[in-house]
C-alpha cells in the first residue's frame, strides 16, 4: 500500500494465534517513520549580525527626539539635531566621494541619519579589497574613517559662553551653534552605535575570509576584536549613563519616569555583538597552530627559509607578516632567531 519504507525502526511484534482458518497465526509488527534528524542541542550562530542594534538606535533616537520635542524649546532644540545630522551626514559624503545623502527634517531624521551613516560607511568599506595582502592595512583604513567621523559634528558644535546657560539657538548648516551637552552627546552617540555597526560587519567579514585563506598572526585577529569591543564597551557606558540620567531627572522633577525598555534592548544587542565577535575571534585563534621561536641555520632569505622549514616557498609571505620588525628579509644570517608557525 505504502510501498518501500526504508527509513523505520521496529517498535513491537506480536504473534497471535487463530482457531480459523486452521494452523494459521497472525503477526503484527509495530514500525514507525523516520523524520528529519534535530540535534539535541542545536548550534547557534556566531556571526555577528548588526541589523538588531542599527533598529534600536533608530528607535531610540526617535523617543529622544520626541521627548525634546515635548519640551519648552523643542522646536530649536530639534532644529538643531536635524541641522547637525545633515552636516555630518554631508561632510562625510564629501570625504566617500559619493552623493548619497539628502536633506532631513524632524520626522524622518531618526532613520534618514541612521540609514544614510551607515550606507556612507559601508560604501568606503566597499571600495577596500581585504585581500590576502591588505586585509590588515584595510581595516586600519576602516578603523581610522571611524575615529575621524566624531570630528566632524565637534566641528558645528560648540560650547561658547552664552548669556542663558540653557539657550538654543537654531542656526543655517553651515553655521556653529551653541547646543545643550546631552543633544551634542545624542549626536555623538548615534554616530558611534553606526560605527560599531560597520566595524562589526567588516570584521565578521574579515574573520570569514581568514578561515578560508589565513593570512593574519593570532596577535592580529586579537588585537582587531579588542579594537571593536573597546568602542562597543564606550558605547555601553554611555547608553547607561544617558539612561540613568534620564530616570534621575524625571524622579528629581516628581515626572513619569521614562521608559527605558529601547535602552535595555541597545545595550543588549551591544552584549550580544561582542560576544558573538568575541566567539569568531576565539575559533579562529584556536584553529592556528602556536607560535615557536626557531633559529636560522645558513644564510637565506625567508622564502627559502619557509621552504626549509615548511617545503612550501610561498610561506616567505608568513614569516615576514610573524616578524614585522625583520630589517632585511633577503639577507638572514646563521643563529638570527624567528618567530614561526609550529606547522
Not at 529622544?64 to 555630518?88: P, T
Not at 583604513?141 to 565637534?154: I, T, W
Not at 565577535?277 to 584553529?287: D, E, F, G, K, P
Request: proline letters at 5%; a neutral charge; hydrophobic letters at 45%.
Amino acid at each position: 500500500m505504502y510501498g518501500s519504507l526504508p527509513r523505520v525502526q521496529l517498535l513491537e511484534a506480536g504473534v497471535e494465534h487463530e482457531v480459523k482458518p486452521l494452523n494459521a497465526v497472525t503477526v503484527e509488527l509495530v514500525f514507525v517513520e523516520a523524520s528529519t534528524e534535530k540535534a539535541l542541542f542545536a548550534p547557534v550562530s556566531t556571526t555577528p549580525r548588526t541589523g538588531g542594534l542599527l533598529d534600536s538606535v533608530t528607535a531610540g533616537l526617535s523617543d529622544a527626539l520626541a521627548a525634546i520635542r515635548r519640551g519648552n524649546e523643542g522646536i530649536a532644540r530639534i532644529s538643531n539635531l536635524v541641522a547637525s545630522a545633515e552636516y555630518v551626514v554631508q561632510r562625510l559624503a564629501d570625504e566617500v566621494q559619493t552623493t548619497l545623502g539628502g536633506v532631513m527634517n524632524s520626522l524622518d531624521m531618526p532613520t534618514a541619519f541612521v540609514s544614510d551613516l551607515k550606507g556612507l560607511l559601508s560604501a568606503f568599506s566597499d571600495r577596500l579589497n581585504f585581500s590576502e595582502v591588505t586585509r590588515l592595512s584595510d581595516w586600519l583604513a576602516v578603523r581610522s574613517q571611524g575615529e575621524r567621523l566624531p570630528g566632524f559634528a565637534d566641528r558645528r558644535m560648540t560650547a561658547n559662553a552664552s548669556p542663558n546657560p540653557d539657550g538654543v539657538f537654531a542656526s543655517t548648516l553651515n553655521r556653529a551653534s551653541i547646543m545643550p551637552p546631552a543633544d551634542r552627546e545624542l549626536i555623538n552617540q548615534t554616530v558611534r552605535l553606526v560605527t560599531i555597526a560597520e566595524w562589526v560587519d567588516v570584521a565578521a567579514d574579515i574573520f570569514q575570509a581568514e578561515a578560508a585563506t589565513p593570512t593574519l598572526s593570532g596577535s592580529d585577529i586579537e588585537r582587531l576584536c579588542e579594537e571593536v569591543r573597546g568602542l562597543i564597551v564606550t558605547a555601553i557606558v554611555t547608553q547607561r549613563t544617558v539612561m540613568d540620567t534620564r530616570q534621575r531627572t524625571a524622579h528629581q522633577a516628581r515626572d513619569v519616569i521614562p521608559d527605558a525598555r529601547h535602552d535595555s534592548q541597545l545595550i543588549a544587542a551591544l552584549q550580544q555583538l561582542a560576544y558573538q565577535l568575541q566567539s569568531q575571534a576565539r575559533t579562529l585563534i584556536v584553529r592556528r597552530p602556536p607560535r615557536a621561536l626557531r633559529q636560522v641555520t645558513r644564510a637565506c632569505n625567508l622564502h627559502l627559509l619557509a621552504f626549509e622549514w615548511y617545503g612550501d616557498a610561498t610561506r616567505g609571505r608568513e614569516l615576514a607578516r610573524l616578524n614585522p620588525t625583520l630589517r632585511n628579509p633577503n639577507a638572514l644570517q646563521p643563529g638570527d632567531r624567528l618567530y614561526a608557525l609550529a606547522r
